[in-house]
């Protein structure tokens, strides 16, 4: 009974491995960019290229990563990405001037692919835990992003920058491609056929190549999809600008200090460590609804412009609960997504339509509202403007699950679960 129980953590270790190295190589580097710049003499515009290269490639690159994924399946396309992440990170860290950046893009193009294959997963191999397998692996994603940006600088100043900023990417690269190849091998379209029956998965059915390609002529077709895009790119735009611009908002508004206001702004990406478990507990334990729980997430994210432009000095309360919600948000959202899909090559198309436009669109959040600062003196205009794209996220993530609408000359055969 105790081995059975060990061999069933096999797959979801795996997974969670992955997901350690989803966001680590590219949070690496903003702590030691006086360092890289120094040493490269790279003016502002070209530490800000370094920096945002990797997200831009999530929105870039997610449709070549999505075609390479239906050409060679789930378990080979994430043995690409882990290679990319392990490659690129190298290539960054130890080339020339120019590695910066084509390591940059290797490492992004890598994780565009990540991006879609553990979601695919999920749908996949743990159709019944999908809420809880959703928040763990966001969970697993900040946590590894609290603790590298923290450690990147310290680290730095006993093996320099380059060790730094490569250690991250390589070592866990490393360590989830064993976990992978061990648990998901090429050729196999699950896990190792022991490892799923000591683990209690069931069989997996491969989606008919006849039938996914007539749904890739339909999914555009398919108004909940859209609904899908416009929330998560709302989503991403809000987390942005917060993200970027907090630090300096708390400096000018509560007279902090850079650190104070550094230290400050991070409660709100700590909450995001906790909010994807609360998604779990909501739906599984307490039974809500998936339309309920969108809800309370999307009423929690909008208290935080609400709070900063009424009572600012409650910041510590307001960067709590948007953090919660923030986090949540990512579950709830691809929870919905992976339950909705027929089969893992819809959940494919549709997980990479959302996040090429949102990540691509997103980017331009932190600029514009630099721009908004720049143009009307204090914050009250910018968090304002935050909190009319949480409006419409929130208008557009509602009427998505509760859309109970089929696709397009299908037969929906996933039901709508809570679990």
């Known amino acids: 009974m105790r081995g059975r129980r060990l061999w069933a953590l096999a797959p979801a270790f795996a997974l969670l491995a992955c997901a350690s190295v989803m966001r680590a190589p590219v949070v690496v580097i903003p702590p030691l960019l006086g360092q890289i710049s120094a040493d490269f003499q790279l003016n502002p515009v070209q530490a800000g290229v370094l ?48 590695g910066l950046y084509l390591g940059s893009l290797i490492l992004g193009a890598g994780l565009a692919i990540g991006n ?43 093996v320099g920058w380059r060790w730094s900023a490569a250690g991250s990417g390589v070592v866990l690269g490393l360590v989830a491609l064993v976990a992978w190849v061990a648990v ?66 708390l400096a000018e508004m509560r007279h902090m200090s850079v650190v104070g206001a550094g230290l400050g702004s991070s409660l709100f990406q ?20 998936q339309l309920r729980t969108m809800a309370a997430v999307c009423v929690c994210w909008i208290t935080l412009p609400i709070g900063l432009i009424a009572v600012p000095g409650w ?30 090559d819809e959940n494919r198309r549709i997980t990479a339509l959302i996040q090429t436009i949102g990540y691509t669109v997103a980017a331009t959040g932190p600029v514009a509202a630099g721009w908004i600062h720049s143009r009307v003196p204090g914050w009250t205009m910018t968090f304002v403007a935050v909190f009319l794209v949480l409006v419409a996220m929130s208008v557009c993530a509602l009427l998505a699950v509760a859309d109970s609408s089929q696709p397009p000359e299908g037969k929906h055969t996933v039901s709508d679960r809570d679990d």
Do not use: K
């Open 51 to 98: 920096v945002g290269l990797p997200v831009l490639c999530f929105g870039v690159l997610t449709p070549i990563a999505s075609v390479l994924l239906r050409l060679t399946g789930i378990n080979h396309a994430t043995i690409y990405c882990l290679l990319g992440v392990v490659a690129g990170s190298l290539v960054r860290s130890f080339g020339a001037q120019p």
């Open 116 to 158: 879609l294959s553990i979601p695919m997963l999920i749908g996949r191999d743990f159709q019944r835990r999908t809420a809880l397998l959703t928040g763990a692996y966001t969970s697993t994603v900040n946590i590894v992003v609290a603790l590298v940006t923290a450690a990147a600088a310290p680290v730095a100043l006993v």
């Open 184 to 249: 998901y091998p090429p050729g196999d379209p699950g896990a190792r056929a022991g490892i799923r029956r000591r683990a209690g998965l069931s069989p997996v059915q491969p989606a008919s190549p006849i039938a996914a390609g007539l749904e890739r002529r339909q999914i555009g077709r398919w108004r909940v999809v859209w609904l899908f895009v416009a929330a998560f790119v709302c989503h991403i735009l809000a987390y942005n600008v917060v993200t970027a611009w907090l630090p300096t908002a």
């Open 270 to 289: 700590a909450a995001g460590i906790a909010g994807p478990f609360l998604v779990p507990i909501l739906m599984s334990a307490l039974g809500w609804s």
């Open 315 to 344: 910041w510590p309360v307001w960067s709590l609960v948007g953090g919660l919600a923030q986090g949540a948000f990512f579950t709830v959202l691809f929870v919905v997504v992976i339950q909705r899909a027929r089969d893992v």
